[in-house]
């Protein structure tokens, strides 16, 4: 408390026209004046100016204010900039009140008398708490230089390879057995036309090689403590039953296998072995066994095929999962996408019609390495004479996913691309729109009608093996509205591609409950501030890179994998992260022990010392929500800055007539 | 010396229209985004050009040229279903329609049955009085507050000739099952349906008014419709301001409810190859697709086949909306390609569990040549002739 009675500046602000529109501007000046402490009081265009600060410091210089109160927009948006304007003239930041008279009156109040009305209770209400106010302390935490990131896509090993190279530490989690990702599986990419395996190998291969980064596959965070700075993450190894440092690679464990299972890598296009590598430059490039497969496992005793076969001993059928514990202080999720695999592939005939291929499917029979060896045929081994690509497929569809997942259109012109080039075959495309927002995109949409693609707008209805005409008997029929001629067609093709959307990953569900992130009703996770701040979450020091936080391509998911790794290395060239003052505390004689509040708070941030009997806040952690404060029969627990003398005063001003 | 003159061509939005189309309920067109979908999956691209994309494009704008098309739709709910963004598209035709009607732009086909809906409640130009004569021969009771069900018929059921038959199978299996029930008779009117779905919204309304009334003082908690077009209007579209609103079933819910319990037991065998044709007020607008096929599944002897387009999929006898009242020529009838589909599983019989698909496709069996080779049954009938006693 001041020594003396405190003295109160107060600020009106217009907004421009946002608030003064509605609020009587010099009304609330003039009740402000009525309250005691006031000695200045004003109004004008934009506080948060350079010169509106500027009035304020020269106020608290000239006035001799020690409490600032500023009526304007959410303290969401200027807190900082007022506490700021505080401490450059030496006041505690904490003695500044934001009244929120923009988003929660002259936005939302339709009439101007109500809303000055409004206004005035509130701006009232914050000079006599901020009369109350102490001068709370922040705490400093020190960075701990290592960062987790969770799911090894491209957005996860760029975020590790940019994090590595500036000479921190890195742990590098990844369910599968190998790094890689999705672009793992494509052929080519857009627009350029790269082998995606051949620009991504070289930096998984870094990855693997990289004396910072602790590669750690066929894991995954199962729970984690701690606060930004700081964490605590436990990561659980899967039972891989090889000894990776024994195994030579040699890969006659693989040969000798005598169980096939379809291999998920190839959507099920072809076969893998239990035990297996999941392609051929995996990082590591050694092999695990599925024991959901193994026969081993399903009849111990029956096979020792791979034990047998392996000349140095890596064979571990007894192996288990292992738990480490490693501290980091920064944490990056990076759990990518899955393709859209709901109800509408039915509707158009995948699963019943043999020539009916999903994108994924289709990438990867385009793949060298893939089960036709990059070659495009029917399933009867013959080459097709014509494809037809529909685009949406699932996507843009309030019945199925409402969103547009960015990428779908530019590969689907790339399928058209490959189909044209490796079986000159007719290719028919059936759009709405053709979205081709990036660098190069639309000279690429140009290439592709140049090359003579068919692209017919208008959304295809059905896919068809009844054949109404001699044209049509032993194709697959198509039937679409031109919507640009207006006519109804039935194309007969060969082999049709469903291009669908990208959905979220179930893994983003997992880790996000973990991590306690939110996410939307589409499963991404939500970013802090969707133009602002994407690759950050609501939870400090948390930060997101790749299609977790929604669809996009290639070139913006790096992007994002390099930006999540600068926050993350901003946080540790600091070396220390200011930790907010508005905490909760126990008065340690008040409590009882009935221990109420230890289960409330949402934060983990309180303990119960058994050997005391008596709770304690871990004030780093504790987010000043003030739960435990309210729940607390005692009274024992208070919220810093949300005292009860505080309260009581904010709560007479609102009601004061 | 005359000046020349060029007529230039100025055709520009005319949003008075697309207000009034918006105001009249379709104001879910401002979503569309034109993709096609719709047009793709309506079952009248296999006969003709019709584009219901066309159509909520020019209705969006005022543009000429949607009077033509207004009149086509037969409100089978395929686009509707289909739509990715979900809109209503038969309600932006009603709508139109209602519009057009204030223009006096109707087909003129669609008089007689609107005028006879207004005067004598139901769109066959038949007497209110003769609705009951069928269910006096049948000996069918009134309803009263003891009576369980109301069993709401049909119009064509009341009227039509051919109906009445399977309105008498309907009431011979509800006694077989001992299914109290009662009806409203001469009282009953039309459930407005098709005076809603061509855009007479007044008669819709008076419709609505008088069997509500009948269903209040007659304190009936659940009502058997036999028409899924009824079934709709009771359950989705009807407001009851005084009280409960009754538990609308249609028939066959009841018959599998039965059937399953064990008080219908069928034990006359039908020997036939029975394809069943899902009515679209049935399936599509109220999800009924199991129920039938649960009743043809147990009767002894019946061989049923799935037609390619069944279930969702169902091909629409072109009956609703109007449809039914519309002189489409042979050969160019959506029941003309449902008959195909039919012969196209081999199948002798098409189980039918509504008036209106009955009419259709009994009348594009007729002029395709094919009452030797395949005839139409609703499920009712089926079930009732299982139920009867075996020939000597």
Known sequence: MAARAPRIGVYVCHCGVNISSVVD?????????????????????????????????????????????????????????????????????????????????????????????????????????????????????????????????????????????????????????????????FDKTFPTLDCSACILTPKMNSVGAHPNITLLTSSELVGISGYIGNFQATIRTRARYVDHDLCNGCGACIRKCPKRVPSEFDEGLAKRKAIYVPFPQAVPNKPVIDAESCVHFAKPGKCRACTKACEVGAIRLDDAPRDQTVTVGAVIMATG???????????????????????????????????????????????????????????RDKNHQAYCSRVCCMYSLKFAHLVKEKTGAEVYQFYIDIRSPGKAYEE???????????????????VTDRAISDD?????????????????LRVPVDMVILSTGLAAAPGTLEISKVLKCATDKDGFVIEKHPKLAPVETANDGIYLAGCCQGPKDIPDTVAQGQAAASLALQLMARGKVEVEGRTARTMEEHCVACRICNSLCPYNAIS???????????????????????ACPSGAVHARHFKDEQMFCEIEGVLAS | MASPSVALRCLGPALEIAQAVTEAGGEELRNCYQCGTCTAVCPWGNLKAFSPRTFVEMARLGLEGFEEDAWTCVNCKTCWDRCPQQINIPLIFQSVRSILREWNAQPSTMNAPLGSLRSEGNPWGEKKSARETWARSAEVQGVTPATEHLLFT???????????????????????????????????????????????????????????????????????????????????????????????????????EHLAKGSLRPTRTIERRVTYHDPCYLGRYNDIYDAPRDVLRALPGLELVEMPH???????????????????????????????????????????????????????????????????????????????????
């Open chain 1, 608 to 630: 119960f010392d058994e050997e005391r009997r008596k709770t304690v806040v871990n004030e780093v952690l504790c987010k000043g929500c003030g739960t435990c404060a309210a």
């Open chain 1, 25 to 185: 501007v010099a009304a609330v000046v003039e009740a402000a004046f009525r309250e005691p402490g006031v000695a200045v009081a004003r109004d004008y265009k934009f506080v948060c100016s350079a010169p509106g600060q500027e009035m304020i410091e020269n106020d608290i210089a000239t006035q001799l204010l020690d409490r600032v109160v500023v009526a304007a927009c959410s303290p969401r948006m200027h807190e900082e900039t007022f506490r700021n304007v505080c401490l450059r003239r030496g006041l505690s930041p904490y003695f500044v009140q934001m009244v929120n008279i923009r988003e929660q009156d002259s936005w939302v109040t339709v009439d101007p008398a109500r809303a000055t009305e409004k206004a005035i209770a509130l701006t009232r209400a914050a000079i006599r708490r901020v009369r109350y106010h102490e001068p709370l302390i922040s705490r400093e935490v020190s960075v701990h230089p290592a960062v987790l990131i969770i799911g090894g896509g491209i957005a996860g090993i760029q975020a590790a390879l940019t994090v590595a190279d500036a000479g921190k530490q890195v742990y590098l989690v990844e369910k599968t057995p190998t790094i890689g990702g999705h672009m793992a599986r």
């Open chain 2, 310 to 392: 069944h279930r969702e999929t169902s091909l629409c006898c072109g009956g609703g909306g109007g449809g039914i009242w519309i002189d489409t020529p042979k050969g160019k009838r959506l029941s003309d390609i449902r008959v195909l589909e039919a012969l196209g599983v081999e199948a002798t019989v098409i189980a039918a569990a509504c008036p209106y698909c009955v009419q259709m496709l009994e009348s594009s069996i007729v002029s395709m040549d094919l009452e030797d080779k395949l005839r139409v049954m609703t499920v009712s009938e089926l079930l009732a002739e299982a139920l009867s006693e075996a020939e000597a």
């Open chain 2, 154 to 256: 049909c119009c064509t059921n009341d009227y039509e000739a051919r109906s009445r038959r399977d309105a008498r199978a309907v009431v011979d299996v509800l006694r077989s099952a001992a299914v109290d029930f009662g009806y409203l008779g001469n009282a009953q009117r039309c459930c407005g349906d098709l005076a809603l779905t061509v855009g007479d919204g007044a008669v819709f309304e008076k419709l609505q008014g008088a069997n509500v009334e009948q269903i209040e003082k007659a304190g009936v908690a659940s009502l058997l419709a036999v028409s899924p077009h009824c079934l709709h209007s009771f359950k989705n579209r009807y407001v009851y301001p005084g009280g409960e609103a009754p538990a609308v079933r249609h028939v066959t819910e009841i018959y599998a």
């Open chain 1, 444 to 462: 690429f949409y140009d290439r592709i009608r140049e090359e003579g693609a068919h692209l017919i707008r208008g959304k295809v209805g059905e």
């Open chain 1, 472 to 488: 049509e008997k032993g194709k697959l029929v198509v039937v679409a509205e031109n919507s640009l001629t207006r006519q109804r």
């Open chain 1, 337 to 395: 996408f899955e393709p859209y695999r709901g109800p509408a592939l039915a509707q158009y005939g995948h699963g019943r019609l043999e020539n009916v291929y999903t994108s994924l499917e289709f990438e990867r029979l385009n793949n060298a390495a893939g089960p036709t060896e990059g070659r495009i045929v029917l399933r009867n081994g013959e080459s097709p004479r014509s494809v037809a690509i529909l685009h949406c497929i699932g996507s």
